[in-house]
């Protein structure tokens, strides 16, 4: 790729620029986002409106009310270290590939290139699972609007899809105001959050106590006999539980994927960062003990697989069940929206790089800045890897939707690991940006890598006993296939690496050079003064 000479005195770069063309890119996307937007697309993609209401009763089965009540701030303390850890990185490289770009150019190209493809990977199974669950609370809301409707789970699908191809078009066609839409989006997240907890506590008649939120437990899994205080609890089904949390605090990568569109984005990318994080914990957090304190009916939460609905449903008025259903599907919409920007941004940087097939096409920005054919490539891959969802699940738990979770948490956090970990063996080589963690990166970069590596196991793991190969009730429709998903690429992009790419993917490239400068063999600057 040639790359372009910088602009000269008659063409004046502003630090942005400047700072984006020493990691050796044109700023091609346009540089309209406040700091406040780019916080709002992570705050946005987490979306407690989104993830606590669809993923709700992973936890509730797997745990009850303590994976919930004490599992949220726990395991929120957790990615908010892994947070920090990212918020420094990008800080010091704000480009559009963000985690890729950060393993290739503190490591080799094998790292950035594994790292791309498992973080692309993770996008794409964020934005299909928000968008399914977006689907699944439109055909709740339909079912209960619309006379006739049966909310069968082909109509969900293709509610699925219709939601998927709008997303799509918005972010293609809404250039000018999708920065807005972000915006819009958090006020709707705490304004309808806000509201949910009102309605929560006003309209019930009756209300669990303290000791049901904070100390019982359950075990809805089929693992284990139903048995709340065995070693299985503890260390099987309670931590499979987690998923609600680490799903749902997941996606404030995008700060970075957006960081070349965001002013001052050196500061504003970190700080949004960690930031969508710490905020959306304390959000979810009271969102959550509002479902549990509300949560009266337990026998009818158990009938319905332990979904949230179930707790409005029963707990409320039949106008405030609406409400509620309405407030989080619009919360869910604006997530979808949020994730598939994201998602486009990283394919379109990564095939910058020259690393995904039909590079050429995906890599291409429109007049209006916007990479379109990288957001309709991966809104289609988003489709395909949700076409299992069409099949039945065992006993009503949606195994199909929660794979598809894992996949996105299993791949993002592990894209997360490896720049974390090339940090810590780069130790005082590396060069800071403005927002820094100083001497502390070495205790809290220790406790992400392990905790990511933790959480990646507990994940591929099989959600339901007719999940497990050999078990008498085996069934295909219940295998957790995010081991299947994430190990094919894994596979596919190592067999592709050592068989062809390691020839020739060197990382980033260079579409710009500054005065004085030349690319290094692994892509970065090199200062030809120095």
Not at 223 to 250: M, R, S
Not at 403 to 421: E, H, N, T
């Amino acid at each position: 790729m040639a790359t372009t000479p910088a602009p000269t005195a008659e063409q004046p770069m502003d630090d942005d620029a400047r700072r984006l063309a020493e990691l050796g890119y044109k700023q091609e996307l346009r540089r309209k986002w406040s700091g406040f937007s780019n916080f709002a697309i992570s705050f946005s993609i987490i979306s407690i409106l989104a993830g606590c209401f669809t993923t709700f009763g992973q936890a509730w089965n797997n745990g009850g009310p303590v994976a919930i009540s004490w599992g949220w701030p726990l395991i929120s303390l957790f990615i908010l270290i892994i947070g920090f850890c990212l918020a420094e990185l990008v800080s010091a490289y704000p480009t559009a590939g963000g985690i890729y770009w950060w393993a290739a150019t503190m490591g080799r190209p094998v790292h950035g290139w594994f790292t791309g493809w498992l973080n692309l990977i993770g996008l794409i199974a964020v934005t299909a699972s928000v968008d399914y669950g977006c689907a699944t609370f439109l055909n709740l809301t339909l079912s209960a609007l619309v006379d006739g409707w049966d909310g069968t789970l082909r109509q969900v699908f293709v509610l699925f899809v219709i939601i998927l191809v709008l997303h799509g078009l918005i972010n293609i066609f809404g250039h000018r105001i999708i920065d807005v839409l972000q915006n819009v989006s958090v006020w709707w997240h705490v304004a309808g959050a806000t509201a949910v907890v009102a309605i929560l506590l006003l309209v019930p008649d009756d209300h669990q106590s303290f000791q049901f939120v904070f100390t019982e437990r359950f075990n809805n899994s089929g693992f284990g006999d139903g048995d709340t205080g065995g070693v299985t609890f503890w260390l099987y089904v309670l931590p499979l539980g987690f998923l609600l949390t680490q799903y749902t605090i997941t996606g404030f990568d995008a700060c970075a994927h957006v960081s070349e569109e965001t002013r001052g984005a050196s500061q504003a990318a970190a700080r949004g960062l960690w930031q969508s994080i710490f905020y959306s914990a304390i959000g979810g957090w009271v969102l959550l003990l509002a479902f549990l304190f509300a949560a009266t009916d337990v026998e009818a939460i158990n009938a319905a697989g332990g979904f949230s609905g179930a707790i409005f449903e029963s707990a409320l008025t039949p106008f405030f069940f609406k409400a509620v259903i309405i407030i989080s599907t619009i919360g869910q919409f604006f997530c979808g929206m949020s994730c598939v920007t994201s998602m486009s941004r990283m394919a379109y940087a990564f095939s910058r790089d020259r690393a995904v097939p039909g590079w050429r096409l995906w890599s291409r920005v429109d007049r209006n800045g916007t990479p379109a054919n990288a957001i309709v490539g991966a809104t289609l891959a988003g489709l395909v890897l949700t076409l299992p969802a069409l099949y039945e699940s065992p006993a009503g738990i949606p195994v199909a939707f929660y794979a598809v979770v894992s996949v996105a948490v299993i791949g993002l956090y592990l894209s997360f690991v490896i720049p974390i970990a090339l940090r810590l063996r780069m130790g005082d080589r590396f060069t800071p940006g403005p927002w820094t963690l100083g001497r502390r990166y070495k205790v809290l970069g220790w406790i992400a890598v392990i905790e990511i590596a933790v959480i990646s196991i507990y994940f591929v793991l099989p959600i339901v006993p007719a999940g497990v190969p050999g078990h008498a009730d085996f069934s295909w429709s219940a295998v957790n296939y995010a081991p299947i998903a994430v190990g094919g690429v894994l596979l596919g992009v190592a067999v592709w690496w050592y068989a062809s790419a390691r020839k020739w993917f060197t990382g980033p490239r260079r579409t710009v050079d500054l005065p004085g400068q030349r690319a290094a063999s692994d892509g970065a600057p090199v200062d030809e003064r120095a």
